[in-house]
């Protein structure tokens, strides 16, 4: 817990709709709206790394977004360590970058071309902690070393490095403002398997030594088991299942969250086809009554096609919203 007693971040109701409204010329009906994200209520004790798990356009991404401020929720809150930090708190940028940082999917777009790493790194140094030019090199040196990187790197532009030393660039850049809490979205699905391992070890490393909480999003059910403590699994928006890590894949309640562990391919294993190939997402623009996953789910019947399952405790700390958990 935070000093207030809060946890690192309470998420209630949070939902965001893309579109909606008029056409450009304000003639005919209303435009369709899409629900990335749909009535998510989610709280990250301080020090946990909670992963979140699913299929591309579940939106992982965009709760990841509004947790950081890139993207405004259209209903719901967010608190980060006990504060309303959304926009219509009038939050101070500042406060807001010295609590949270986020860290991106590709290393390499995500800096700057046309500056060198000490510009790139400096930056939060100086618009987060107003710091003079000696404590900025004392505190990039200190970074750097925390994330294995050579000094000499510092005068170098982001095109000249591999993957994975982008990607600790990034993590250095984002420990440049001293936050509390990272929002990791795929911090290592464009890196190969070997440096993928170094880049999870350093990130393990980092939480323990600069005591950081952790968002760690990623498709990779295998990274995100073995970093996380808890693991939330989304489908068209929803959480449909929150359990520690060891039991969620272990022991899936969700027909969904079984379904992902069945697709996941295993050395050694042949690749099967787990559900039907005509098995289609549900149509964002006009989504199901009921459950989102009804049409794909072997133990569907009609109360799942009509009724959305509650998000309940199951017991052991094992939450999931289906009407007939496996």
């Given at each position: 817990m935070t000093p207030s007693g809060a946890p690192a971040v309470a998420i209630a109701n949070l939902q965001k709709r893309f579109g909606g409204g008029r056409t450009l010329f304000g003639f005919g009906p209303e435009m369709p709206s899409?629900?990335?994200?749909?009535?998510?209520?989610?709280t990250i004790p301080t020090g946990e790394t909670l992963g979140i798990v699913g299929e591309s356009g579940c939106g992982k991404s965009t709760l990841a977004r509004m947790l950081v401020?890139?993207?405004a929720p259209s209903e719901g809150s967010i608190e980060i360590e006990g504060r309303d930090l959304g926009p219509a708190a009038g939050r101070d940028p500042a406060a807001f970058g010295r609590v949270i940082q986020y860290i991106f999917q590709d290393?390499?777009?995500?800096?700057?071309p046309r500056k060198t790493i000490r510009q790139v790194i400096e930056v939060p140094l100086r618009r987060l902690h107003a710091m003079g030019p000696e404590a900025r090199a004392a505190r990039i040196a200190e970074i750097f070393d925390?994330?294995?990187l050579r000094h000499e790197?510092?005068?170098?532009?982001?095109?000249?490095?591999?993957g994975g030393q982008a990607q600790r660039i990034g993590i250095a850049r984002a420990l440049a403002a001293a936050p509390r809490i990272l929002v990791l979205d795929e911090p290592v699905s464009a890196l190969d398997v070997s440096v993928q391992a170094q880049v999870l070890n350093l990130l393990?490393?980092?939480?323990?030594e600069f005591g950081l909480t952790y968002l760690f999003i990623s498709h990779d059910l295998a990274v995100v088991e073995a970093v996380s403590d808890r693991?939330?699994?989304?489908?068209?928006?929803?959480?449909?299942?929150l359990a520690r890590a060891a039991d969620i894949f272990a022991r899936p309640r969700h027909h969904y969250t079984a379904l992902l562990a069945r697709s996941a391919p295993v050395v050694g294993r042949a690749l099967t086809a787990p559900e039907a190939a005509t098995a289609e997402l549900p149509d964002p623009l006009a989504p199901p009554p009921g459950c989102?996953?009804?049409?794909r789910c072997p133990a569907a019947t009609d109360r799942c096609r009509k009724e959305r399952p509650e998000f309940r405790d199951l017991g052991n700390a094992h939450f999931a919203a289906c009407h007939h958990p496996a």
């Open positions: 899409v629900h990335a994200v749909q009535d998510v209520d989610l401020g890139l993207i290393p390499i777009s995500s800096l700057n925390a994330v294995n790197f510092l005068e170098r532009y982001p095109h000249e490095f591999s393990v490393r980092l939480k323990a693991v939330a699994v989304m489908y068209f928006g929803r959480i449909v299942e989102a996953f009804a049409e």
